[in-house]
T-cell receptor, first 116, second 111 residues
Framework: DTGVSQNPRHKITKRGQNVTFRCDPISEHNRLYWYRQTLGQGPEFLTYFQNEAQLEKSRLLSDRFSAERPKGSFSTLEIQRTEQGDSAMYLCASSLGKGTLKYEQYFGPGTRLTVT | QQQVKQSPQSLIVQKGGISIINCAYE??????FPWYQQFPGKGPALLIAIRPDVSEKKEGRFTISFNKSAKQFSLHIMDSQPGDSATYFC??????????FGSGTRLLVRP
């Protein structure tokens, strides 16, 4: 399977704990995006990387959130001191970022976070 | 601010019927207009997309109609099937290539 993969698929954590999610993009894609989706809503942009550089962060991304993409390969999204409002589906997408396919983003299955 | 308004919120169609979902946007800098399909528990999947220099694009049973002056685009699903039951999102692309999703339309196709 050469699609976008995300791990874990589900995470249940207690309020105040730290969690980390991983995304492995399609191998030749240089752009990687993180989105958050709450129940019944469309995904909302959080941040994106071009190769290893983090180029934009949404104001939705509070100081408790941090994302990395070391060496321009996989990416991690960490949430510190989780709150119940962080409960959502965290989606990762990747794109080629150039040429005629630059706009096409391919999503992973998401990580469902539940904060109790 | 709500840059993208999608309607209807939900839609029920009989098998074989036509499903129509609409999207209105504000940002004239949007440069690519995709529709995504999402099944429960899955990530969104790119269904069909159109560039702003084209007024219509058809792929199988799916058609996008684009009206640049009205800042609207719509998805038409012909011969709707129960397997098309899913949530559909319009998600125009902004200048930094990120998707700006609408609120979604939950489609149910009855057998």
């Amino acid at each position: 399977d050469t699609g976008v993969s995300q791990n874990p698929r589900h995470k249940i954590t207690k309020r105040g704990q730290n969690v980390t999610f991983r995304c492995d993009p399609i191998s030749e894609h240089n752009r990687l995006y993180w989105y958050r989706q709450t129940l019944g809503q469309g995904p909302e942009f959080l941040t994106y990387f071009q190769n290893e550089a983090q180029l934009e962060k949404s104001r939705l991304l509070s100081d408790r959130f941090s994302a990395e993409r070391p060496k321009g390969s996989f990416s991690t999204l960490e949430i510190q001191r989780t709150e119940q409002g962080d409960s959502a589906m965290y989606l990762c997408a990747s794109s080629l970022g150039k040429g005629t396919l630059k706009y096409e983003q391919y999503f992973g299955p998401g990580t469902r976070l539940t904060v109790t | 601010q709500q840059q993208v308004k999608q309607s209807p919120q939900s839609l029920i169609v009989q098998k074989g019927g036509i499903s129509i979902i609409n999207c209105a946007y504000e940002n004239t800098a949007f440069d690519y207009f995709p529709w995504y399909q999402q099944f429960p528990g899955k990530g969104p999947a790119l269904l069909i997309a159109i560039r702003p220099d084209v007024s219509e694009k058809k792929e199988g049973r799916f058609t996008i109609s684009f009206n640049k002056s009205a800042k609207q685009f719509s998805l038409h699903i012909m011969d709707s099937q129960p397997g098309d039951s899913a949530t559909y999102f319009c998600a125009p692309v902004d200048s930094s290539y990120k998707l700006i999703f609408g609120s979604g339309t939950r489609l149910l196709v009855r057998p």
